[in-house]
């Protein structure tokens, strides 16, 4: 407790964790310094920290504001468009027609996507993969059509939903290799998107390397 | 003034509960159109192509899915009457994070003690009560989840009380008796009138119950 309050911003995260690469992405862009404290998801046991900060779910990532921990990746990305509101670029819209929409799809990014990437780096088998990996391809294709002729998700400006999906396009070699396709051929526009964010400073300080993503969820899964 | 509302909706679900009581609160008009589920209208289809579910929430033409979004939504528009989410943000971050809970644990292990079978279903049991306790650990002394006022929280709770009756039925086992905090938030909350008057009946609750359990093929 005493060492989480040395600094104002402090999270607490797991360099391949896609859920708190949000979050670092968030911080970073409304340039929020903070503190990361590094927890290693490969061991099964729980630090001490993310005990006593996240007693409920015992999950990262964590942000600690002011020494007060707040948890779950989009109720953090949602505190952070609060509390560093003007003055700061926003990442949720302004709209409540238009916020509803960039939740509905941070939920079946979080819900489906999620779920359907699991399933596909787990199968075994050539038709359960063959028809995982067309599932997930559907559902990137539904999010591509969302983006539409835009720049981002968010319109002109990198917004919320832009940071809830980028952390993923660091699997996109991941899924390409396991499933022997090529993403640029399917899904054309979001792989411009995903150069697009990479031009960004703060999505490429906070992305993983692919090829090593590739290898911790080759070991997550037991892929060969 | 409000604009066009429509709720696509089901009497028994408890998501749809929530944007009842919601839209309670705020004192906002809208229509009512009940979705006979099992079977679902092509209205339904066109209005929630991806999750093809209720509730939907219809405002001036254009749909809002998903309960908890569509709850963010009404509180934002009618953000002058009962507000539901707190003001401050570490404290709609802990409301945010708590109707998650309702979502991830009461509902799916709600659901679990009717669906599952034998020891999972003895474990479920076990576990849904634990989840009330957790409940009502962040309950504490306070009269609602959102502290003085009714807020997000319980709006996101109360529905799944009319479902107890069902899962108690099914499950032979007792809620009430092992959560007492709980039951005595649910008696407060229930004199609200938004919520008496949006809550289903626990009977027809259960008859709706019986029926869909059957189109799933539980015995």
Known sequence: MREANNSSVVVVDFWGNGFGMRVRIALEEKGIKYEYREEDLTNPQRSQLVLDMNPVRKSVPILIHRGQPVCDSAAILEYIDETWKDGFPSLLPRDPYDRAIARFWTDFVDNKVFSTQAMFLRSKGDRAKEESKNELIGELKQLEAVLGDEQYFGGANFGYLDVVLIPFSSMFYGYESHGNFKLEEECPKLSDWVKRCLARDSVRKVLPDSVEMYELHKKFYGIE | ?219
């Open chain 2, 1 to 219: 003034m409000d604009g066009e509302v429509i709720l696509l909706d089901a009497y028994a679900s408890m998501f749809g509960m929530r944007l009842r009581i919601a839209l309670a609160e705020k004192g906002v008009k809208y229509e009512y159109r009940e979705e006979n589920l099992p079977k679902k209208s092509p209205f339904l289809f066109q209005m929630n192509p991806i999750h093809k579910k209720v509730p939907v929430l219809i405002h001036n033409g254009k749909p809002i899915c998903e309960s908890l979004i569509a709850l963010q939504y009404i509180d934002e528009v009618w953000h002058d009457k009962n507000p539901l989410l707190p003001s401050d943000p570490y404290k709609r971050a802990q409301a945010r994070l708590w109707a998650d809970f309702v979502d991830q644990k009461v509902h799916t292990l709600g659901r679990k003690t009717w669906s599952a079978k034998g020891e999972e279903q003895e474990a479920a049991k076990k576990e849904f009560i634990e989840a009330l306790k957790v409940l009502e650990g962040e309950l504490g002394e306070k009269p609602y989840f959102g502290g003085e006022e009714f807020g997000y929280v319980d709006v996101a709770l109360i529905p799944f009380y009319s479902w107890f009756h069902a899962y108690e039925t099914c499950g032979n086992f007792k809620i009430g008796t092992q959560c007492p905090k709980f039951v005595a938030w649910t008696k407060r909350s229930m004199q609200r009138e938004s919520v008496s008057k949006s809550l289903a009946d626990p009977e027809k609750v259960y008859d709706f119950f019986l029926i869909l359990k059957k189109h799933f093929g539980v015995e």
